[in-house]
Nanobody
Framework: QLQASGGGLVQAGDSLRLSCAAS????????MAWFRQAPGKEREFVAA????????NYGGSVNGRVTISRDNAKNTVYLQMNSLKSEDTAVYYC???????????????WGQGTQVTVSS
């Protein structure tokens, strides 16, 4: 099971950190990722990280403004987002899979999502 949290209403230029707590088999030796979906748009890849943390991947629209990290002792993955823009407004989902893929299909487990709203 994956539990995403940390979303909220912020202003453009602010920072926000999302968390995704994994429990049971979903967090064990899994790569983790964040995707987002804005109203009327397809789900978009944001970032992914391998189990060890040695490999990270970022989506083009957020590259340079977000950092994905993890604390395996806490079974938690984080997404630090800086310089937020109105176009970052979306529901953010965390996912667990075998490798840090950049497409959503291979991910086996998904969290319920957390809403991020950026006002301009």
């Amino acid at each position: 099971q994956l539990q995403a949290s940390g979303g909220g209403l912020v202003q453009a230029g602010d920072s926000l950190r999302l968390s995704c707590a994994a429990s049971g088999r979903t967090g064990s030796s899994s790569a983790m990722a964040w995707f987002r979906q804005a109203p009327g748009k397809e789900r978009e890849f944001v970032a992914a990280i391998s189990w060890s943390g040695a490999t990270t991947n970022y989506g083009g629209s957020v590259n340079g403004r977000v950092t994905i990290s993890r604390d395996n002792a806490k079974n938690t993955v984080y997404l630090q987002m800086n310089s937020l823009k109105s176009e970052d407004t979306a529901v953010y989902y965390c996912a667990a899979g075998r490798y840090p893929y950049t497409n959503q299909a291979p991910y086996t487990y998904w969290g319920q999502g957390t809403q991020v709203t950026v006002s301009s």
